[in-house]
């Protein structure tokens, strides 16, 4: 596929995008953006993009999550908009895809999904197996002793603190998804596979309905 391609990865705390022109690493830029993607991400594009060079992004690949809600839409939002300047194509890849993973193409992710649940994930040659599964603490704990048994490597984009409450050793440092390794997992599919991604709409993915609270009040009341 010709032209240059952009990676974009807000779907944590931790946030990345990298440029390729020609096939060839061209750049990144990373940053930590916590819950204020939506006002962080347009300088580093800007940086990124003004990049000395003609440039022409025929492809955009958004990490789609788990995650960050706000942080998926808003660059989805922005390949969205690049893309009608430059024609070019977006597609979302699943951001566990992108986690280091040690150079390691085999192996489970899980992360804190909220509400004592915890999404677990299998990826074979880094991609994803099945749909991305719940479990309860009590089963995850369970289920780690065996994982490891049987010689899986498990990783969790989160902070050790959180997964310290499944007596999870694997690993002492949270494996942050990375836009560069996104564009690396894009690149290694052959021209069948992306043709097929190319075909579904890109969107964030969800491992459980959204969770909505009652307001406190109605929208119409008038605060004392």
């Not at 809600?69 to 024609?87: E, F, K, Q, W």
């Not at 880094?126 to 010689?151: C, N, V």
């Not at 949270?174 to 836009?179: E, L, R, V």
């Not at 579904?200 to 119409?220: E, G, L």
């Amino acid at each position: 596929m010709e032209g240059d391609l952009l990676t974009i990865e807000t779907s944590g705390s931790h946030a990345s995008m990298a440029l390729w022109k020609g096939g060839q690493f061209s750049g990144e830029r990373s940053w930590t953006a916590e819950r204020h993607h939506s006002s962080s991400i347009f300088p580093h594009l800007k940086t990124l993009l003004g990049m000395p060079g003609e440039l022409r992004i025929s492809t955009i690949v958004v990490g789609a999550g788990p995650g960050s809600y706000g942080g998926i839409r808003v660059a989805l939002a922005a390949a969205d908009g690049i893309s009608l300047i430059h024609g070019s194509r977006v597609v979302s890849l699943c951001s566990w895809e992108a986690i280091p993973a040690e150079g390691k193409s085999d192996y489970r992710v899980i992360s804190d999904a909220r509400r004592n649940g915890w999404a677990v994930a299998t990826f074979r040659n880094r991609r994803l197996q099945g749909e991305i599964a719940i479990m309860d603490t009590e089963e995850l704990k369970l289920a780690l002793p065996g994982w490891r048994s049987q010689g899986e490597t498990v990783y969790s984009p989160e902070d050790p603190d959180v997964t310290a409450t499944l007596d999870f050793p694997d690993s002492s440092s949270a494996q942050i998804p990375s836009a560069r390794i996104l564009g690396e997992a894009w690149f290694n599919r052959n021209d069948q596979e992306r043709v097929a991604l190319l075909e579904h709409a890109p969107a964030p993915i969800y491992v459980r309905p959204p969770h909505i609270t009652a307001a406190k009040r109605p929208a119409w009341a008038t605060r004392q």
